[in-house]
């Protein structure tokens, strides 16, 4: 079958390849003939566009440009009329530009061989480029002659203003004169020359303010030269008669003598070489010139005109011609496309049509025998006849294809008779797993009728097998399971969809309830399959990891989850319900307890206060752990804020009585922060912030006490943020100093060190204390950073003192618990090259409380680099003796409280003794901190104090002043005996 399928094949193979060489031969030619057509017509196209197009192009371009070159010679001639100079501020390139436009067109026609268009184009270009540049040079003259007109112009009537001023004096003199003798005709003849004189003159100035541009005079002709000239002859007329006339005519002499001499000067600017007239008839030249230049401006124009109409219709006129070349090209390359194109179409239709009658039908039969034979179950189709008696590759096919279908249906009948003994052996097996499974199962049909259960099902409801037979309805299966104890839990599922849960009590047994989780499905038949299962077990320990999800281990009460949950149920409920109150409560002292006896001892200690909240105040309202030491308390219905006192005092009472918890009596105390809603906020954040923020006011105002939430307390959070922030970028910025005050040794009368003692000058607020920023970095961690920054600056700074004097750098317990510090140590030492015998450090007993023996491990460490260790604030905690015997101090500084009233107060003395009485014994240096009086001196000097520091000695200074302060003797600076 194989074989023939491949016989088959080949030869269609081969009848394919002849019929596709066929076709490719035809397309071939076509394509052929289509290339030939395409060339000719791309030639066609590429003459007409890539030669006539673009001489008639270059030759409009031209004919533009020639436009362009006459408003030029416009702007040009204009230009050189006014005489200002103006002609160098037009643009030189658009003249070039236009006449290299017409070379390219030139340049072209040379291409073209038209060499009569292109030489008389040359010349009418030369022509044009040497009359722009003769009129250039007229304009240049021109604009000379017009400024050295202007300037002489200028004098002229200067000189005429100062004539004409002298001579009104003069008239003014000669008519004082004749008024005081008007018998004296002499002084009336001098009187009519000086008039005659000044009407000259104010004709001549009269004449140049009208013709004050050279081209006026120019237009106006000889006219104005004529009678400036006449009025000058007048003049000199007039002069020669005033000194021939003798004394009984003559003007006074001084006088006379200037206007004779301004008078020549006067006609030599206007008559002489370089004088007004002699640049008027210079320019007057050069205006003929302008004027020859025009007309040959003009005629080049013309020149340019004729030959680029010559050219444009030389253009124009090969351009039609070629265009009609291109059109009849086309048309015979579009009746030629049609004739190749119709020749493969017929011919293709043509082997369509054969192809059709021979291969087409016949598939086309095969395929439908093919198609009722998947249509139908039955493998006994008969084929085509028709098929059957091809001789050809298609008949063969239909041969072997029915020869497959006959062996299939014989292979059929055998699978069914082996397949149905495989069936009767799996639905055995299938029947043990339906018994065997751990589940009950439980199948009706779509009448709602039994089909079958297993086992399972019928021990789980205490059935006996008469009451399950097949056919019976599944509601009275139902109803006989209800009378043996089983039950809906109504609106209860197993958390799927289509399951539901039953409980079920056994027979005899009341308290023995189990659990049944049923799951149904439809079967494809529209019955019902359900799953039955005892889930008891699992649901004991579901409500068993539900109950420590939300309720504390140790004291059995509920959780910080579970006063969130109930928090804000109670909330959404507070349209139908009285003001939710929430009491927020923290342990003072515990983490104390914890230190000193042990977190055995603190466990026992949480289960007996929860047990003292829960005997006394359950009545008020649900009690929370929601921490380690921290309470809550849910309390509706008491609005009146002196119930809420009260209640909250007696939490405090109760909380506060002592406890004896292996011996041990404990005392504790509790700070609680009241908050309501919807006074003090809306949802459960809200009234866990501001109650925890009345809280820790609690704590601040000195423990074991109760705050209401108030706004302000949220402004005091807020400005401790800002303050934090501010404080970063005051650390980053640089903006911390150090500030260092001197100790003064009682025995040496010297000073022997110096503490250094941070300070922050805000740029806004001012010098900020201490006592406010270094708890907001303690708080926050950032004093690990600061620590670092002040070690680092305080070495740095010490080694420009002396030698013996030592600097003390203060340690926060932060520093300890962060375990930087001894890192931070070796680090300033290397940076700063200090001596570590030069270097003390300042610690509180709060740091010897927190992890007390990873923190003396760390002081060890320091301690044996040769570095200082003293206690701070001595006297004000509550263990400090304990740590003096655990750890041997180098120094002890006595606290400034005790120092303030040492005078005045017994129980100061007592302490200040003590301290000086235990450093003594112990060999350490005691240390008294806060001197501000002589008389203080001389008392802790009686004691035997080892140093002193305060402001008697000196205030803390800049590192600058340090220097100069040892250098300086002092009062207090003396040995003391």
Known sequence: MIYHVQSITRRLKFKAMVALTAIVSIIAAVGWFGVNLSNTVFTSVSVTTETHLPLLTKTISATNAMYDLNTSSLNLLRACEAADGSHRNLPEDHVEKDLLTMTKLSDFLGMLGLSEHQRKLKSAIMESRSAFEDLANICDIQTKLQQGFSKQLKEVLEQANVMLGQLELEKASHNSAVNLNKESWVYVEELVLLELITSEIKHIVQRLREHSHSAALVYSGNNVVEQNEISLERLNKYLNAASSNGPSVQIDTELSHDIFTQLYEFSNALSSRNGLHDIWRRTNLFYSGTSITRLAISRTGLALSSVLSGVEEEARARYQVARQSTYDTLEQSKQSLIFITAVPVFVLLGLGILLSLRLIQPIESLTKFVLRLRESEELGQTMPEALLVRKDELGTLAYQFDALVTELNQARKRLLDESEEKIKTQLDRLSIAFETIPEGLCMTDAKGQLLLCNERFKALYELHKDEVQQGTPFRDVLRICNRRGAKLIPNMSDGESRSYLYEKYRIGAEHEKRIISVRTAETIEGGLISVHDDITQRKQQQEQIEHLAYHDTLTHLPNRRLFLDDCQGLIRESDHTPELTVFFMDLDLFKKVNDTLGHPIGDQLLVAVSERLKSNFSAYGQIYRVGGDE???????????????????????????????????????????????????????????????????????????????????????????????????????????????????????????????????????????????????????????????????????????????????????????????????????????????????????????????????????????????????????????????????????????????????????????????????????????????????????????????????????????????????????????
């Not at 309470?631 to 809420?644: K, V």
């Not at 931070?824 to 927190?850: F, K, Y």
């Not at 041997?888 to 120092?899: E, G, L, P, Q, Y």
């Open 631 to 977: 309470f809550a308390m849910l309390i509706q219905g008491i609005e009146d804020i002196s119930e809420l006192q009260s209640l909250a005092q007696k939490i405090i009472g109760a909380v506060s009585s002592p406890y004896v918890i292996q011996k041990n009596h404990i005392l504790i105390g509790v700070s609680i922060g009241i908050s309501r809603a919807p006074i003090d906020g809306i949802d459960t954040s809200q009234l866990m912030k501001s109650a925890d923020l009345a809280m820790y006011h609690s704590k601040e105002e000195g423990r074991n006490q109760y705050s209401f939430f108030v706004p302000e307390m949220s402004q005091a959070i807020k400005d401790k943020r800002e303050m934090e922030m501010q404080l970063r970028d005051a650390l980053s910025n640089g903006e911390l100093e150090l500030a260092y005050q001197p100790k003064w040794g009682f025995r040496s009368g010297e000073v022997e060190g110096f503490e250094a003692l941070l300070r922050w000058p805000h740029k806004t607020r001012g010098p900020i204390s201490p006592a406010d920023f270094i708890p907001i970095a303690e708080e926050t961690g950032l004093i690990v950073e600061i620590g670092e920054w002040v070690l680092l600056h305080a070495c740095m700074e010490a080694m420009h003192w002396p030698n013996d004097i030592e600097v003390s750098v203060n340690v926060s317990p932060i520093q300890f618990s962060a375990k930087s510090l001894l890192k931070d140590v070796r680090s300033a030492l290397a940076q700063s090259g200090l001596p570590p015998e030069r270097l003390e450090l300042e610690i509180t007993e709060g740091a010897l409380m927190q992890d007390t023996d990873a923190n003396l491990e760390i002081l060890e460490a320091i301690r044996e680099m040769g570095i200082k260790i003293a206690l701070d604030d001595f006297g004000t905690g509550y263990s400090s003796l304990g740590y003096i015997r655990r750890f041997s101090f180098d120094r002890i500084k006595i606290d400034k409280s005790f120092i303030n009233d040492v005078l005045t107060s017994k129980d100061s003395q007592a302490v200040v003794q003590a301290v000086c009485g235990i450093c003594a014994n112990l060999n350490i240096e005691s240390v008294a901190e806060g001197i501000e009086e002589q008389i203080q001196l001389d008392y802790l000097n009686k004691e035997g104090c080892s140093q002193a520091q305060g402001y008697l000695i000196a205030k803390p200074m800049k590192p600058e002043i340090v220097s100069e302060f040892l250098e300086r003797p002092h009062r207090y600076l003396t040995k003391t005996s």
